[in-house]
C-alpha cells in the first residue's frame, strides 16, 4: 500500500483528498499546523472512511518539527503539498506573512523530500498563475501573467521553485524528481455527508461561504463586486468546481506519478476546472433554486485585484491523468448548503 504524505490534511481541499485516498487503499500521514483548521477535522475523516491515519500537528516552517516527524514516519511515496494560507485580500495587507508562510514552508518541504529521498511531489496551485487572462478558456500553456496579489505570487513562485527543483538530483541517490501541479479553478460545495467541508474563520472572502452564511442569516445579506464588467450579465465569471471532484484528481495524479514512474515527465501541470464558467449573478440564482432559498443581496462596489473572467480548458487532465467530474453545479450548491446547516447544528471543534 503506497503512502502518501499531506501537508494541510485539515484544510478545505486537504481533508476531502485524505478521505478520497483513504477510500482508495492509500496509506496517509497527515500534517496540519490548524493556524487554519480545525484538528477535529481528522476524527471526521476516520469517520467518514472508517479507517485510522497518522495525523500531526507541525507547521513547514519549522523544519525540524517536519523532519522529525519524516524520521518517524519512514516510506513515504509521494507528498501532495497542500499547506498554505490563501485570503488574497489578507495577502495584499500582510505579503511578507505569505511569503514566509507558503514559499517558507514550502522550500522546507522540498528540502525534507531530498532528505527523506521522497521523489514524487503533487502541488496546489491554482488559477490565479494565469493573472486576468486575454483569451478563454485557459489551457496549461496559457501565458503567465502578473499575478492579481501576493498570494497568487506565492502560487507563480512556488511553482517556478519546483521548475527548477526538479531538474536537480542531488541526494536522491539517482532517482529522478517528478511534480505534478495542480491549477485549482473555484473549489465549492462539500463532502456528502455533509460531515467535512470548508472551514471559514470570521467573515468568509470567498463567494459560496459568503451566500450560505447568508442564507443561515449570520451574515445579514450578500454583495456582488461589481455590475459593470464586459461578461454577460457585467458579474465576474469563474470557473467553480465540486471539492469531491478535486480530491478525486489528487488521487489521479499520485496514481500517475506511482503506476508511470519514469515515464512521467519531470514538471507537469493540470486544469483543474469544469470548462464552463458561470457568473456571480448565476450561482445566485442556483442556490436559490436548488435549495429553494431566497438570497437577501444587492451589488457594490468592484472588488481590487478580482479578475474579471477566467474558465479552465481542462482537456489535459482528463485525457492524460484519467479524471472524471462526477457534480454538477446542483450538486455543488446543494453539498455546501448542506454542510453549513450541519455546522450550525454539530459544529467542528
Ligand atoms: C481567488 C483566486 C483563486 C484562489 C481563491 C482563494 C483568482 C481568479 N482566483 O478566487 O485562485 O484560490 O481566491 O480564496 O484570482 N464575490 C462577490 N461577493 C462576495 C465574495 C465574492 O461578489 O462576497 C465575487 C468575486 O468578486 C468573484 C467571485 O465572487 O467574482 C468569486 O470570488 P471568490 O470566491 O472570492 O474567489 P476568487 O476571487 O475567484
Redesign the pocket.
Known amino acids: 500500500m503506497a503512502r502518501i504524505l499531506l501537508t494541510g490534511s485539515t484544510g478545505y481541499i486537504g481533508s476531502h483528498t485524505a478521505v478520497a485516498l483513504l477510500e482508495a487503499g492509500f496509506d496517509v500521514v497527515g500534517l496540519d499546523n490548524y493556524s487554519r483548521s480545525l484538528n477535529g477535522v481528522s476524527r471526521r475523516i476516520q469517520e467518514i472512511t472508517g479507517k485510522n491515519y497518522a495525523q500531526y500537528q507541525v507547521d513547514l516552517v519549522d523544519s525540524e518539527a517536519m523532519t522529525n516527524v519524516l524520521a518517524h514516519e519512514s516510506g513515504i511515496d509521494a507528498v501532495i503539498h497542500f499547506a498554505a494560507f ?3 485580500g489578507e495577502s495584499s495587507t500582510h505579503p511578507l506573512l505569505y511569503f514566509r508562510n507558503n514559499l517558507g514552508g514550502q522550500i522546507n518541504l522540498m528540502q525534507a523530500c531530498d532528505q527523506f529521498g521522497i521523489t514524487n511531489l503533487v502541488f496546489s496551485s ?7 487572462p486575454e483569451q478563454i478558456p485557459v489551457t496549461e500553456d496559457s501565458p503567465l501573467l502578473e ?3 501576493p ?2 505570487r506565492t ?1 507563480a513562485v512556488g511553482e517556478a521553485l519546483l521548475r527548477d527543483w526538479v531538474k536537480s538530483n542531488a541526494a536522491q541517490q539517482g532517482k529522478a524528481k517528478h511534480v505534478i501541479a495542480l491549477r ?5 460545495g462539500a463532502h456528502p455527508s455533509a460531515r467535512i467541508g470548508e472551514c471559514t474563520v470570521g467573515v ?8 450560505t452564511q447568508t442564507a443561515l442569516g449570520k451574515r445579514e445579506k ?5 455590475n459593470d ?1 464586459p461578461t454577460r450579465d457585467g ?4 470557473d467553480y468546481i465540486h471539492v469531491c471532484d478535486i480530491a478525486a484528481a489528487h488521487v489521479d495524479a499520485v496514481n500517475h506519478l506511482l503506476n508511470q514512474g519514469s515515464l512521467t515527465a519531470p514538471w507537469s501541470v493540470y486544469n483543474l476546472g469544469t470548462g464552463v464558467g458561470q ?2 449573478l448565476e ?1 445566485i440564482q442556483a442556490f436559490e433554486a436548488v435549495n429553494q432559498i431566497k438570497l437577501p443581496w444587492s451589488f ?1 462596489p ?2 481590487p ?3 474579471i473572467a ?1 474558465y479552465a480548458n481542462n482537456r489535459k487532465a482528463v485525457d492524460e491523468l484519467g479524471w472524471q467530474i462526477r457534480y454538477n453545479l446542483e450538486d455543488m450548491m446543494r453539498s455546501a448548503w448542506n454542510w453549513e446547516r450541519m455546522q450550525a447544528q454539530d459544529p467542528l471543534h
Not at 491554482?126 to 486576468?132: E, F, I, L, M, R
Not at 468568509?204 to 451566500?211: E, H, K, T, V
Not at 458579474?235 to 469563474?238: A, G, K, Q
Open positions: 490563501k485570503a488574497v491554482s488559477c490565479t498563475v494565469y493573472g486576468n499575478p492579481e496579489s498570494y497568487g502560487k485549482y479553478f473555484n473549489p465549492a468568509p472572502d470567498n463567494l459560496i461561504p459568503y451566500i450578500l454583495t456582488v463586486f461589481g464588467y458579474t465576474c465569471l469563474r457568473t456571480v450561482i457594490g468592484r472588488r485585484g478580482d479578475v477566467v
